[in-house]
């Protein structure tokens, strides 16, 4: 199994009180598989792959990714698999302002040591960036933006892909366009996607679905 998530638990403290937002989660994911992670609004999606991206850390529960339990990491270990394994696709796109699109795109490759220029190429052009290669961030729209952190991550080639809503600002022809690419990725590599979603549309596209409520899968 890519990813075993078992008895993942998780409580915020807030001015409220103690919030238990994640009460034993279960779920796996395989090599090649992509899963629709769907919910209310605070039912705990993003707290889910914040955890498993090694952003933050379970209170309780495993989380193995190839064999390894990342819960027992040390920070520059955790900073390692996300430079290297796991590729985030966040809604805040962290692009750097002082690159080119060009370079933006092959930032995470490079630090990964896989660039190909070929494949960046390909990417580029699925996700209708080809003529915009030359410019820098603060010149493109927010949806463009989206596009080139959806680029930067599948040109690194990760072997697990964590995505937060990452077609939110697109309209519907560029989303499933996007949606394309990232599954022909999981299909071409072996990769895995964990992908949350409000979409009932885009989570029909994905071979599994779970539904987070309660602090529970289903
Ligand atoms: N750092 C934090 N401190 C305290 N409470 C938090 C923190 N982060 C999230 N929460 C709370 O935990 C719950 C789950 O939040 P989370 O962002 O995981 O939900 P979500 O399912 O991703 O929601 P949405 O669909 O609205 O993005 C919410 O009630 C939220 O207010």
């Keep these: 199994m890519l990813l075993t998530l078992t008895g993942i638990e998780k409580t915020y403290p807030t001015s409220e009180g103690p919030l238990r937002v994640l009460a034993g989660v279960d779920l796996t994911l395989a090599a090649g598989q992509s899963l629709a ?118 040109a690194a080639r990760p072997r697990l892909v964590l995505a937060d809503e990452p077609t939110g600002n697109l309209d519907e022809t560029t989303a499933d366009a996007v949606m394309g690419l990232m599954l022909r990725l999981v299909a071409q590599t072996g990769a895995g996607l964990l992908m949350v979603t409000h979409s009932p549309r885009l989570a029909r596209r994905l071979d599994g679905r779970l539904h987070l409520a309660g602090g529970r899968v289903a």
């Excluded at 302002?97 to 930032?107: R, T």
């Excluded at 052009?125 to 930067?152: D, F, K, N, T």
């Design 37 to 154: 992670l769907t919910g209310e609004s605070g039912s705990g999606k993003s707290t889910l792959l914040h955890l498993v991206a090694g952003l933050d850390r379970p209170d309780a529960g495993a989380i193995w990714l190839e064999g390894q339990d990342i819960t027992q990491l040390d920070e520059p270990q955790l900073a390692a698999l996300r430079r290297g394994r796991v590729g985030l696709v966040f809604q805040q796109f962290n692009l750097i302002p002082s690159l080119n699109i060009v370079d933006n795109l092959a930032f995470q490759a490079r630090l990964a040591g896989r660039h190909d220029p070929v494949w960046q190429a390909e990417l580029a052009g699925a996700l209708g960036l080809s003529a915009l290669l030359r410019r820098y961030p603060e010149e493109l729209s927010g949806g463009q933006q989206q596009r080139v952190a959806i680029g930067r991550v599948l």
